[in-house]
């Protein structure tokens, strides 16, 4: 059966607690503003939930009438335990905005300016619909290009250098806090702004280099590849290498992951996140990793990395390398199966000398192989874990190390 997803209800005994800021939308249904705001523009419903009519606009009206019911009946009932709910904040205007981005162009007012933005953006999602319609992240994001030149400038060694360090990280945080679209994304995509974030993911602060590898993410999403994707700096890949080692936030890792999936498909970046120790890196976590998705994510650029002769060297100078590879399959996922079988047709194709494929056959790697034959997991997995088979029918005929009962399965 289908998900049903529920509708913000309007005010009934058991939702009580949940009308903290009752507003009407333009059928006259009065919601909470949280719930309506999450149903209009979060999921980009266009219709109201109870009378299924189209919406003519998306303004919400404060029920200033209902909100003070509310409040006077938790006066009343305070002896049970229920609290008079605060008077909430106005949404901020157009002209509000546009006066503290006005104010924010001042090096005086910067940090004041940006840090009443971060307070207006944790209000509610209608003042980040008014921010983001007014230009905030233009102006957020040409102020991180201008002030990363400043603050990480080897030559600057003012006073200064620090503030637009603060300012860096201010604008960053109060950015990525915005929904930002896809279109915007794309208009903001340039080679600036992608090196002022490699910058903030070098030098920011822990929070700092976490928002600045999921921007990038999202950037990177939508950039042209010819313009930006395979213009990307060594340095880049360094950064999310380590920001991947210190493992210091999981949105930041499975950002860094899906960042490197997508790039390291073109040009030489595959080569760049070799030199910059991915490919051991990514051996050592998937060796600890207990999460499936970021499991997943490691098998996956692993299997990109392997597609270049200097990934797969990388791979077998590991010493857990085959083997981690062959212990994830079968074990997490279909997607984390058919990624490791397909590392290892890469090595058996490119990579096979003497050495290797005794170490396969050693690891149990021959084994596994022959144990995908016999489970159901798809006729592509199956069919490419046959054909590594094949390759090698001859060194790896009747091994010792493989159960009698899987040889039956055995390629002649």
Same mark, same amino acid.
């Given at each position: 059966m289908a998900e049903v997803e529920i509708p913000p209800y309007y005010l009934c005994p058991i939702t009580l607690d949940m009308m903290k800021d009752p507003v009407t939308i333009s059928t006259g249904i009065t919601f909470d503003r949280d719930s309506i705001e999450k149903w209009i523009f979060t999921h980009e419903n266009n219709k109201c939930p109870v009378t299924k009519q189209l919406l003519s606009d998306s303004e919400l009206t404060p029920n200033i009438t209902l909100r003070r019911l509310i409040q006077s009946w938790c006066t009343i009932h305070a002896s049970h335990g229920f609290e008079r709910l605060p008077t909430p904040r106005s949404p901020v205007s157009k002209s509000e905005v546009l006066k503290l981005l006005?104010?924010? #162009?001042?090096p005086q007012m910067q940090m004041d300016c940006l840090r009443r933005l971060k307070s207006i953006t944790s209000q509610n999602l209608t003042n980040k619909r008014c921010m983001e319609a007014v230009g905030t992240a233009d102006f957020l994001a040409s102020l991180i290009v201008n002030k990363t030149l400043e603050a990480y400038r080897a030559d600057n060694d003012s006073a200064d250098k620090s503030e637009s360090k603060l300012i860096? #990280?201010?604008a960053l945080s109060i950015l990525c806090s915005l929904n930002l679209s896809e279109s915007w994304l794309e208009s903001v995509s340039n080679q600036e702004l992608v090196e002022s974030l490699t910058n903030m993911m070098q030098f920011g602060s822990y929070e700092s280099r976490a928002y600045a590898i999921m921007l990038l993410k999202s950037i990177l999403e939508v950039a042209d590849p010819a313009r930006i994707i395979i213009n990307l700096s060594s340095e880049f890949f360094l950064q999310c290498a380590l920001i991947l080692n210190d493992e210091f936030s999981k949105k930041a890792t499975k950002a860094t992951l899906k960042a490197l999936i997508n790039v390291c498909t073109w040009g030489r970046n595959r080569i760049k996140a070799v030199e910059a120790g991915a490919v051991p890196l990514l051996i050592d976590l998937l060796l600890d990793s207990s999460d499936k998705r970021a499991s997943e994510m490691m098998l996956v650029v692993l299997d990109i990395l392997c597609q270049c002769a200097e990934g797969r060297a990388e791979l077998l100078n590991h010493s857990a390398g085959m083997a981690v590879v062959s212990k994830k399959i079968l074990r997490i996922s279909q997607v984390a199966s058919e990624r490791g079988v397909r590392i290892l047709h890469s090595i058996s194709k490119f990579s096979s000398t003497p050495g290797v494929l005794q170490e396969m056959l050693q690891i149990g790697v021959a084994s596994k192989l022959c144990l995908v034959l016999q489970v159901d997991c798809g006729s592509k997995l199956k069919e490419r874990a046959r054909e590594i088979l094949r390759l090698h029918?001859?060194?790896?005929?009747?091994?010792?190390?493989?159960?009698?009962?899987?040889?039956?399965?055995y390629p002649s």
């Amino acid at each position: 059966m289908a998900e049903v997803e529920i509708p913000p209800y309007y005010l009934c005994p058991i939702t009580l607690d949940m009308m903290k800021d009752p507003v009407t939308i333009s059928t006259g249904i009065t919601f909470d503003r949280d719930s309506i705001e999450k149903w209009i523009f979060t999921h980009e419903n266009n219709k109201c939930p109870v009378t299924k009519q189209l919406l003519s606009d998306s303004e919400l009206t404060p029920n200033i009438t209902l909100r003070r019911l509310i409040q006077s009946w938790c006066t009343i009932h305070a002896s049970h335990g229920f609290e008079r709910l605060p008077t909430p904040r106005s949404p901020v205007s157009k002209s509000e905005v546009l006066k503290l981005l006005n104010d924010a #162009e001042s090096p005086q007012m910067q940090m004041d300016c940006l840090r009443r933005l971060k307070s207006i953006t944790s209000q509610n999602l209608t003042n980040k619909r008014c921010m983001e319609a007014v230009g905030t992240a233009d102006f957020l994001a040409s102020l991180i290009v201008n002030k990363t030149l400043e603050a990480y400038r080897a030559d600057n060694d003012s006073a200064d250098k620090s503030e637009s360090k603060l300012i860096c #990280e201010e604008a960053l945080s109060i950015l990525c806090s915005l929904n930002l679209s896809e279109s915007w994304l794309e208009s903001v995509s340039n080679q600036e702004l992608v090196e002022s974030l490699t910058n903030m993911m070098q030098f920011g602060s822990y929070e700092s280099r976490a928002y600045a590898i999921m921007l990038l993410k999202s950037i990177l999403e939508v950039a042209d590849p010819a313009r930006i994707i395979i213009n990307l700096s060594s340095e880049f890949f360094l950064q999310c290498a380590l920001i991947l080692n210190d493992e210091f936030s999981k949105k930041a890792t499975k950002a860094t992951l899906k960042a490197l999936i997508n790039v390291c498909t073109w040009g030489r970046n595959r080569i760049k996140a070799v030199e910059a120790g991915a490919v051991p890196l990514l051996i050592d976590l998937l060796l600890d990793s207990s999460d499936k998705r970021a499991s997943e994510m490691m098998l996956v650029v692993l299997d990109i990395l392997c597609q270049c002769a200097e990934g797969r060297a990388e791979l077998l100078n590991h010493s857990a390398g085959m083997a981690v590879v062959s212990k994830k399959i079968l074990r997490i996922s279909q997607v984390a199966s058919e990624r490791g079988v397909r590392i290892l047709h890469s090595i058996s194709k490119f990579s096979s000398t003497p050495g290797v494929l005794q170490e396969m056959l050693q690891i149990g790697v021959a084994s596994k192989l022959c144990l995908v034959l016999q489970v159901d997991c798809g006729s592509k997995l199956k069919e490419r874990a046959r054909e590594i088979l094949r390759l090698h029918a001859r060194t790896w005929r009747n091994p010792s190390c493989i159960p009698h009962n899987l040889i039956c399965a055995y390629p002649s």
